[in-house]
């Protein structure tokens, strides 16, 4: 079982930056692929980014490539989601996603592990 807590979400102006952490319980974390999701009010969740187990290979949705980076540590069990010239349509609660056995990371329901969630509100 594998547990994961999200943390660093709060309220930034556009243009701003957060950097969000996922620390995850479990000695299996580095074996893992992690991904990070996020849902706006009244919208499904969706992809934004996911790394490899081992943090070679890195994915992103086409509307944050170039403005955030994930990244694992696996030494510290997190995993990072920096997140940098923010929009207002980047607003939505963040979650950490854990563990894909299929190798697909942008689909949600490929993961089995899940954090509760950071939120992030991005003021214009």
């Known amino acids: 079982q594998v547990q994961l807590v999200e943390s660093g979400g709060g309220l930034v102006q556009a243009g701003g930056s957060l950097r969000l952490s996922c620390a995850a319980s479990?000695?299996?974390?580095?074996?893992?692929?992690m991904g990070w999701f996020r849902q706006a009010p009244g919208k499904q969740r969706e992809f934004v980014a996911a790394i490899s187990w081992n943090g070679g290979r890195t994915y992103y949705a086409d509307t944050v490539k170039g403005r955030f980076t994930i990244s694992k540590d696996n030494a510290k069990n997190t995993v990072y989601l920096q997140m940098n010239s923010l929009k207002p349509d980047d607003t939505a609660v963040y979650y950490c996603?854990?563990?894909?056995?299929?190798?697909?990371?942008?689909?949600?329901?490929?993961?089995?592990?899940w954090g509760q969630g950071t939120k992030v509100t991005v003021s214009s």
């Open positions: 479990g000695r299996t974390f580095s074996s893992y692929a």
């Open positions: 996603a854990a563990d894909n056995p299929s190798g697909y990371y942008y689909a949600a329901a490929d993961y089995n592990y």
